[in-house]
């Protein structure tokens, strides 16, 4: 596989794009926004000063000759998928799991999230027009061929640009991005041509006809709708769906028999529903080869395989199972999933609707602390993230997060002053927890030094609040630094005291200062309500939302920390705009300019009085950055539609609506003989070469 279109750049380019950088900074510094962060130190992992820390994909790569031909790999799955449709509402991530081993992906994407194109069904594509409309030939590799024998060709292409780009109400699509910006699809200069004219030049026309679906799957709305939701009867992959049991919680896939590229290893690829809970001992009892794991059993399994460790006749009777002697022939592979984790500030209403309160917050937090309790255990990278739109790594990548400032308490309380939240009485933190969604339970109010309400009008109450502050800000320090001395140490087996202990618990933070008094407001006091789910495999999250919370106590922000059910968590919380702060995650792709436009586009009015969010749950945006999103989508060089990008992430930045935390670790635990799969970081998996070592 081929990059597509990645030249090396010039120096004319690099000093034209510095300068760009610069002008922007000085613009936002001139905007009283700028306040560089620190250098943060990182672990020795690959850097080539374009693109941030490229943390490497772990797959026990071996060459093909080194692969055993034959048998069945397990590989764990949150749940069997609902659709095999992967352009519909509910496809989920072992839907694309399905779709990338037995439907063509035109462009994959490399170590670097680069798109790639993929040989095995592309001989060349490229954009061999762009006045006055955007031209696109695809060349197809002639021995592309669907199960039944029928070659890959404009009828499937034509068929999904149909079904996909809206215009026809009865296809339940997801999402039409891109294509309905086509004007026309077409049979080329040959049978295996395909020439699709656009309308609107589209950027990420790479995007675009991966998964290519079968014109049997995509040709009437009834196809569309059901026809793929538990089989796949047609197919163009390595491997072909063979059968579902639903009662057993099983998905099998084996080996394709008119596959044309190199043959799959495997006979067969067995996908297996099986709760996060459970995993470990299902590797340990040789029912699973392969599964995502949380950092509890990540930990367990790298304790017995240390040299030396014995197994102990005093283990539970729940856990006998997963015993160190038990785990000792699987093995954990680590990167960083194409995913970040971010803390959304709702700005639709409250508090929050003041961008300096959004600003405020966002400098009480320590992002490189939070980053590092989570990472830092794990022997990651601590680097927090510097962009929305970017992971570190990938070409575009810019830390645009001076935009809004690193840590600093005295900066936070001025803006919350500036604000007219005034120093008032006892601050304090409330932990709500409900297993149900949306309800909560008040547990208890976290205690601080007393002080009395300020009345509104009070001008000489409000003089003493002003020149309370400072002393405020010293004691915000203290509390900074008594929450910076639980990253110093790491616990026994690698777990540090800020992030998960041993037993996958949040560890113990001792040694807390008190909070601030919670300031207040004509009469009302500045406490935010912060949703924090419960589900198993959230410790982590549930660490991070203490951490933010003490630095916000720390400035006179009281938190009411809400603990909800999954079932219930976007749905009546996120998506329903019943929230104030929320750690949710978002992922990442090679296509920022079309897939993060929605997440951070401007609510628009409806005709009926409601607001339009789209993906943007926080709630927060603004005409310029929803055109330059429309601007990186439309420009066909890649440099500048990166850059375009990079602007919008600056001005998303600036908002404080959404503050990047850190790129999600990714956690796979192996049997010590699968190779070529793991944790894929950015990289698409490559099915046909997994396998067990010979």
């Not at 709760?275 to 080869?289: C, F, M, N, V, W």
């Not at 309160?357 to 830092?376: E, N, P, Q, T």
């Not at 929803?626 to 001005?651: M, N, P, V």
């Amino acid at each position: 596989m081929a990059p597509l279109s990645t030249p090396t750049r010039s120096r004319r380019s690099r000093t034209r794009r510095s300068r760009t950088r610069t002008r922007r900074r000085a613009a936002l510094l001139a905007a009283g926004l700028l306040l560089p962060l620190p250098l943060l130190g990182g672990c020795g992992l690959g850097d080539d000063g374009s693109g941030g820390r490229i943390t490497p994909q772990d797959i026990a790569a071996a060459a093909r000759p080194r692969v055993a031909d034959g048998g069945t790999l397990t590989w764990a799955v949150d749940a069997l998928p609902s659709t095999l449709n992967t352009f519909q509402a509910d496809a989920d991530a072992a839907t694309q799991r399905v779709a990338g081993a037995v439907l063509p992906a035109l462009f994959t994407t490399d170590g670097r999230g680069r798109p790639q194109r993929n040989a095995d069904y592309l001989r060349s594509a490229e954009v061999v027009q762009r006045e006055p409309h955007q031209v696109v030939v695809y060349k197809l590799n002639p021995k592309a061929v669907w199960s039944n024998g029928k070659a890959l060709g404009a009828a499937d292409f034509e068929a999904q640009w149909k079904a996909l780009r809206g215009k026809e109400s009865g296809y339940w699509a997801a999402r039409n991005a891109g294509y309905d910006r086509i004007d026309r699809v077409e049979r080329g200069a040959d049978d295996h041509e395909v020439k699709v004219t656009f309308a609107r030049s589209y950027a990420d026309w790479p995007a675009l006809f991966t998964p290519l679906y079968p014109k049997a799957v995509t040709g009437s709305a009834d196809d569309f709708n059901d026809g793929a939701r538990n089989d796949l009867k047609v197919t163009a992959g390595p491997f072909r769906v063979a059968g579902r049991d639903d009662k057993e919680g099983t998905l099998t896939l084996a080996r394709a028999p008119k596959w044309w590229g190199e043959r799959a290893k495997l006979d067969r690829l067995v996908l297996r529903a099986l709760p996060r809970t459970e995993r470990a001992a299902a590797l340990a009892a040789g029912k699973l080869d392969l599964a995502d794991v949380g950092a509890a059993d990540a930990g367990r399994i790298t304790a017995a395989n240390k040299p030396g460790r014995q197994d102990k006749g005093d283990k539970p009777p729940a856990a006998a199972a997963a015993r160190p002697a038990a785990l000792r022939g699987i093995v954990v592979r680590k990167s960083l999933e194409p995913a970040y984790t971010q803390l959304a500030l709702n700005g639709a209403s409250g508090p929050l609707a003041d961008e300096r309160v959004r600003r405020a917050l966002a400098r009480a937090i320590d992002r490189h602390a939070i980053a590092k309790s989570v990472l830092g255990p794990l022997g990651l990278p601590v680097e927090p993230l510097g962009s929305h739109l970017f992971l570190s790594g990938q070409e575009g990548y810019e830390d645009n997060s001076d935009a809004l400032g690193g840590p600093d308490p005295k900066a936070a309380q001025a803006l919350l002053a500036e604000a007219g939240w005034k120093r008032a009485e006892t601050g304090g933190r409330k932990t709500a927890a409900d297993g149900r969604a949306g309800t909560g339970r008040t547990l208890g109010l976290r205690p601080g030094p007393a002080a009395g309400p300020v009345p509104s009008g009070d001008a000489e109450a409000d003089a003493a609040a002003d020149a309370a502050d400072a002393a405020d800000a010293v004691g915000a320090e203290a509390e900074y630094a008594a929450d910076d001395s639980l990253d110093d140490g790491m616990g026994p087996d690698g777990i540090g005291a800020g992030g998960l202990g041993p037993d996958g618990k949040p560890a113990a933070d001792g040694g807390r200062a008190a909070a601030a008094p919670v300031r207040m407001k004509n009469g009302k006091k500045l406490t935010l309500r912060f949703v924090v789910p419960v589900s198993s495999g959230a410790d982590s999250l549930r660490s991070v939302a203490d951490r933010i919370a003490r630095r916000l106590d720390a400035v006179g922000i009281a938190t009411e920390v809400t603990k909800v059910g999954d079932a219930g968590f976007f749905k009546d919380h996120i998506a329903a705009g019943s929230y104030d702060l929320a750690l949710y995650s978002w992922p990442a792709t090679a296509y920022p300019a079309t897939d993060a436009r929605p997440v951070y586009a401007k609510p628009q009015p409806a005709a009926d009085g409601s607001l339009v969010v789209e993906q943007n749950y926080t709630r927060v945006g603004t005409d310029r950055i929803d055109q330059l999103f429309d601007q990186a989508s439309t420009e066909l060089d890649a440099e500048a539609s990166r850059d375009l990008a990079g602007r919008a992430d600056a001005r998303i930045w600036s908002l404080a609506g959404s503050i990047p935390l850190y790129q999600r670790p990714q956690l796979v635990a192996a049997r010590k003989t699968v190779v070529n799969a793991g944790a894929f970081g950015l990289a698409t998996p490559r099915y046909q070469d997994i396998g067990f070592r010979r």
